[in-house]
């Protein structure tokens, strides 16, 4: 993964250190397939995860597609490309999914992946949009003054007998929308080995119940990012941005090769009629990432979801992204069928 960046204005490498393997179950239920030559020489590699997640009211287990990775001197040959498509139709078929569709995301300025959709190449699956998606990356050095805990609610640390309850919040939360996790007891539970715990998960409650959650999950002992460069303008420019990005509470742009220093809000949730409260969580969260020394979060919505616009005042860096429901013929009507739900994921789980 490390010598296939993401392009973009800024060069990613998604890095998975000190084994691939230890990261898996942040996606959920992992299998990657690593194609090469006749004479083992690697061409490229793919991964499809499963976890459970709601469809039109119920959950079930729905297959994404994500890393996938072709060497560059491998792209222009489309026989690659599309004996991985057939391995994923195949995929299909094992019996660990239980949708005839992957769903699978794809960064708006990534003009590879792009060319590749438009290319009109015999035999590609249908790529049908789903939702455009915003990712938020929020310093943990800006000034909270303008969001706050609304009068009424309070905020404190979750505890082991706490679990219950959120996974109870999550599946209330989750069931309105389309292709959001679903997460019981057992796996929160098991998120455990990969970074997530009640130690960094936060509660909201009102009148002593809770109306809404948020975890701080720190990833990195398994799952890292990298600058690794960033497009001509910004390299040159770079060290000027960041004096006025660091004076507004901006993310700075990191030096090239710097592994990140963040994590992800996750597992954000408030039950309905209590939206007010999620500026002052979100700040909570952001206080405990400061304790951690963490520089930056993570967390994204769908672009229509209404949190976008309760965290407007929340200063961030923000990349778009487009979310699409990859079938064949066989799969057409329950993709399009799945399609019309509002849309909404976990980002930390990408």
Not at 57 to 75: D, T
Not at 183 to 211: F, H, I
Not at 258 to 283: C, D, R, T, W
Request: proline share 6%; aromatic share 10%.
């Amino acid at each position: 993964m490390s010598s296939t960046p993401l392009p973009g204005w800024a060069t990613i490498s998604f890095e998975r250190e000190p084994s691939y393997f230890a990261a898996c179950p942040i996606e959920g239920d992992s299998r990657t397939l690593l194609a090469s030559t006749n004479e083992g020489e690697p061409v490229g590699f793919f991964s499809r995860s499963v976890r459970r997640a709601w469809i039109n009211g119920e959950h079930r287990r729905l297959g994404y597609l994500g890393q996938l990775r072709v060497l560059p001197h491998w792209r222009a040959r489309s026989r690659v490309i599309l004996r991985g498509f057939e391995q994923c139709r195949e995929l299909l078929n094992d019996g660990r999914q239980e949708t005839p569709y992957y769903l699978t995301s794809i960064l708006s300025d990534n003009t590879t992946a792009a060319r590749l959709l438009n290319s009109g190449i015999k035999g590609m699956p249908t790529y049908l949009p789903v939702s455009e998606f915003v990712t938020l990356v929020a310093s943990t050095k800006q000034g909270f003054a303008a969001l706050k805990v609304p009068r009424g609610f309070k905020i404190r640390q979750a505890s082991p007998s706490d679990l219950d309850s959120i996974a109870t919040l999550l599946q209330t939360y989750g069931r309105q929308f389309g292709m959001y996790p679903y997460w019981d007891s057992a796996e929160l539970r098991a998120l455990g080995t990969v970074g997530w715990d009640m130690e960094n998960t936060l509660l909201l409650l009102k009148d002593g119940q809770p109306v809404g959650c948020g975890t701080l999950w720190d990833q990195r002992a398994c799952r890292q990012q990298r600058v690794t460069g960033y497009a001509p303008l910004l390299a040159g420019t770079r060290s000027l941005l960041n004096v006025p990005l660091k004076l507004a509470g901006y993310p700075v742009l990191p030096r090239p090769g710097k592994v990140l220093n963040q994590a992800f809000l996750s597992h954000l949730a408030i039950m309905a009629g209590n939206e007010q409260a999620l500026p002052g969580l979100a700040v909570s969260l952001l206080n405990l990432a400061r304790t951690r020394r963490l520089d930056t979060v993570v967390l994204g919505f769908a672009d229509t979801h209404p949190y976008l616009a309760a965290l407007r005042k929340l200063r961030a860096l923000r990349y778009r992204s487009r979310f699409f429901l990859v079938h064949w013929d066989e799969g057409r009507q329950a993709a399009r069928d799945a399609a019309r739900q509002a849309f909404h994921t976990e980002v930390a789980c990408l």
